[in-house]
């Protein structure tokens, strides 16, 4: 049985994540049917996410948002960021709510890299959960895992 | 058919964004009934906007509103884009946030710029929203769009 | 058939708001039910603005908080106007949340006058969406109106 | 009839205000049913307060939560304030979310002092509430008193 | 009959706190069934401790959520808190909320010891909750207990 998952991104990013995330979640799910839901910004992405759950039925949804560095922009992060619980604690689904910060780095190409890193990492995470849940990542726990980065690693040795 | 679009403004804003909206979306969806609902300021346009989606079966709505630069006023910012996050998750509906923040701009010239060219732009991608779903920007994922300024483009050609 | 009005204010508060806005709708409204409501502090307010809609019936309501200075205060802000439209979007009626900031003012006087003339200008505004719905304010939208303060006006001529 | 007042405490402040309340309650509501609910720290209060409102049937209750001086601190004291407004909207009863915050003062025996007072005068506020309704405080509207500290009075007279 | 505790945990955390977890739930409860539940990062965490109570039939949850030092990461905290709030209320149980943030300490090692103490600590707490309801706790209340530090005791003396 193929899994059902949804993707929205936005025309307000600086790099189009939404077409990264479709072309990995065809490499690691073939069978998956995707869904795909473009919107201006954060703020537009709860609703889609929902519909797409309620709509077309996905069992996941990964959210692809792009946040500018002002105070505002920040604040709007925690508006879209809590609908993004609210829609989960409603459809008992996984959004995994992936954003790029301009504030994370000073240069273009270094964001470019943050944000094909994240999205890629995110949609295995996404699949993991969706396929196997809460086992899947087990071996993971506490391994210090970074999207968009390296991973940092555990501070102890177990 | 045509569809069914509100406008929520402010009494409280510096530029008429309500009327320009009427406008642009008179031109652009000229079938569309429109239906405009004037309120005191920004924490009195969720309720409006909710109403405007159940008691007059709105498909989707622009809220225009205006936001001083004190930290009351970025906190009610918060509070009144969230409220309109639970709208659009209790009806499913599309509802474009649109906001002038007194702290973008120096000059009041520039301010009116802003609060017409958001106004114009986010009024068609509402009604891209309303009548084409998902797919209706799907071409401009990516591509660093901006309402109320010129476009910054996307930090990658693809 | 007259309509049903109600108050809430605070003991932390240093202005007698509620007595302002309880002769302000008599005059305004000879007509309306006015229905009061005393509580400690703000975040005590929005569960008696729904008692007030559930319980008496009231068509609108008007919320008179005080808001202290401190990080502390400004947060319990955040949360009693966040609840406040969760009111609003339970019941669908227009709760107008006055607040006074201690810090919007240096001199006491001062802080009266910004407490009486939010409080008569917010009753005139409730009346008139509870009376005349999202039409009664559209000749002031995008005006420049403010309460506490005099008018600022609209940056643009229309 | 005695009514049924709810405590929640936690293991986490410094002063056990819990005790206070309780014997607070019992001088000035001596038939009145107590409930006390005992949880770590400022976050697992709400759902306490929730069981005892749902499970016990209080008709009010009065939290005491201790929150640090930290950002994280206030954070969660945001979180967990918020949470007691939702708890309150869902049953239509009063919850005092009395918070006594380590930067209110330097010394600890003033922090002692302020949570005493604070406590002893809400759970009067509480009373009142229950059995008075919004009608009990009304003589206090606006007359600035204040929890923890003296009151400061009204700016006016009235 | 034996009581079922849910675990939920991140690989982004850096310490494997949900084994420590399961390895004092085990030694605390030995008749408790365990569910655990791994997810990436915090904003994952809350429709995962729902789905363990809602889908597991757990009676209560500890959740271990570690969060970087930037301004992101705190506004990720109280998305996610907040969040895991309203799960606590939707449900009626408690969920311990422990997270450990990177600028609580300078030193790796004591983050480790911190993240160590936290989760032992309240694996206690929510087996007292589960199992003896709001009495368990009661004896210690007022007593600054601190978890992931030594606790601070109460300014008075009782």
């Not at 839901?37 to 948002?65: N, R, S």
């Not at 890193?117 to 899947?136: I, S």
Request: charged fraction near 25%; include cysteine; aromatic fraction near 4%.
């Amino acid at each position: 049985m193929s899994i059902k998952v949804g993707i929205v991104d936005t025309t307000f990013a600086r790099v189009d994540m939404g077409s990264v995330a479709e072309k990995t979640l065809k490499e690691i799910a073939p069978n998956a049917l995707i869904y795909r839901y473009t919107v201006p910004g954060i703020k537009d992405i709860p609703v889609a996410a929902k519909k797409l759950i309620e709509e077309k039925g996905c069992d996941g949804v990964i959210t692809l948002g792009w946040v500018g560095s002002t105070l505002t922009d920040k604040l709007s992060y925690v508006v879209a960021s809590l609908a993004l619980q609210l829609v989960q604690l409603k459809t008992n689904k996984h959004i995994i709510d992936v954003t790029v910060h301009e504030d994370e780095a000073e240069k273009p190409e270094e964001l470019v890299k943050i944000a094909l890193d994240r999205t890629v990492k995110h949609c295995r995470n996404l699949v993991t959960l969706v396929t196997q849940g809460g086992e899947g990542l087990r071996r993971y726990a506490g391994k210090g895992l970074r999207q968009g980065r390296e991973d940092v690693g555990p501070l102890t040795k177990t």
